[in-house]
């Protein structure tokens, strides 16, 4: 089921990658911030004019994007214990448990959802132990979005955080948010939603951005999805975790900020290909890592180092997903299921 979304990924990145779009982080363009930024629920005021292409593909305008927050509600993340049948059920990658990539929609702060494929979003809704819908929003909310096979619009799903304000800037979609604890918020854009004309996945293709990243206050990172990659930190600016299926991407980035850390990365056991993986510094020097400890069930490791803080790359990760299934990196201090 998650071949349609990622051929749509893979061809957006593509069409990203031909018009200079980088793959290595960076720092994002500015946006609004707590401070100065407009009330949370946007206007369509704020949203530029869309233009269907000749060709049938949508042409988006950089700069910012009205959104509508159809929903809000309490939130607190489920216990291991209380997702391990999710986590067994073989819908989404078990027995005995999901693959990192799939396990990495547990820890994640954001969801991003294919609002007119239903089926696209039954494996990261239900990792991520929210019970949101995976069809359209809430119609008593989102009403004038609730038929989303007429509409081009993206949908985000927000833990712990608020959105402030949302731009685009070619394919890169950034999302100022906030610190809101304890709730979750299901996010629809640009407000009102793009009618589209012709091929349904030829619009969708021009029209979804291939990178987000949702940023702080103070614009640090909270969390960042390209294909086939996601890493994600808390409010103080550590790692929560880094992971990959290596599909699209040849390398794993992330940062380590606020004090030196152990982190460990994980692969599904027996899964993997040994003795290929190597850790990297910003320089490109080699970073020594020590010897693997012992992994709970189901999983191997494939990493483990103590880090000081700065930025880090690991390559040489197995890419056959069939075999090596990802890498999940967290601090060591994390538990697995």
Do not use: Q
């Given at each position: ?8 990924l ?8 031909a ?8 720092t ?13 629920t946007a ?7 869309y ?16 959104f ?26 078990g027995?005995?448990l999901?693959?990192?990539d799939?396990l990495?929609?547990y820890?994640a702060?954001?969801?991003r959802?294919?609002p ?6 039954v ?8 019970n949101l ?7 008593s ?28 800037d ?6 100022a ?20 004309e ?16 949702v940023?702080?206050?103070?614009g ?5 999805e390209?294909?086939g ?10 790692l ?21 850390m152990?982190?460990v990365?994980?692969?599904t ?7 290929t993986?190597?850790?990297?510094d ?23 180092a ?5 930025a ?5 990760i197995n890419?056959d997903?069939d ?15």
């Open positions: 089921m998650r071949g349609l979304l990622f051929t749509a893979a061809l957006a990145a593509a069409a990203a990658a018009c200079g779009g980088e793959s290595a982080p960076r994002p363009t500015p946006v609004a911030t707590a401070r100065s930024a407009p009330p949370a206007t369509a005021a704020n949203t530029p004019a233009t269907p292409a000749p060709s049938g593909l949508v042409e988006v305008p950089d700069g910012p994007m009205a509508r927050v159809c929903t809000t509600a309490p939130w607190t993340r489920p216990t291991l214990a209380a997702m391990a049948p999710t986590f067994a059920d073989g819908r989404f990658g027995p005995p999901p693959s990192p799939l990495s929609h820890f702060p954001v969801l959802l294919v007119n494929i239903a089926s696209a979003n494996e990261p809704v239900a990792l991520s132990g929210t819908g995976t069809g359209t929003p809430a119609a909310t989102c009403a004038d979005y609730a038929n989303a096979a007429e509409f081009l619009f993206e949908r985000l799903v927000l833990f712990d955080l608020e959105p402030v304000a949302i731009r685009r070619g394919s890169r979609l950034t999302v948010a906030r610190w809101a604890p304890g709730t979750t918020r299901d996010v629809v854009f640009p407000d009102p939603p793009l009618r589209h012709g091929s349904r996945g030829r619009a969708d293709i021009g029209f979804r951005a291939a990178d987000l990243e940023t702080g206050p103070a640090e990172t909270i969390f960042e390209r294909a990659h996601r890493a994600a930190y808390d409010a103080t600016g550590r929560v975790f880094a992971s990959t299926t290596l599909v699209f991407e040849p390398a794993l980035m992330f940062i380590v900020a606020g004090g030196p152990t982190v990365g994980y692969s056991a027996g899964r993997f290909e040994p003795g993986v190597r850790l990297l910003a320089a490109g020097n080699d970073v020594r890592m020590a010897a693997p400890g012992t992994p709970p069930a189901s999983w191997e490791e494939v990493l483990r103590t880090l000081a803080p700065g880090y790359t690991v390559t040489g890419k997903p075999r090596g299934g990802g890498v999940l990196i967290v601090p060591a201090a994390t538990a697995l299921p």
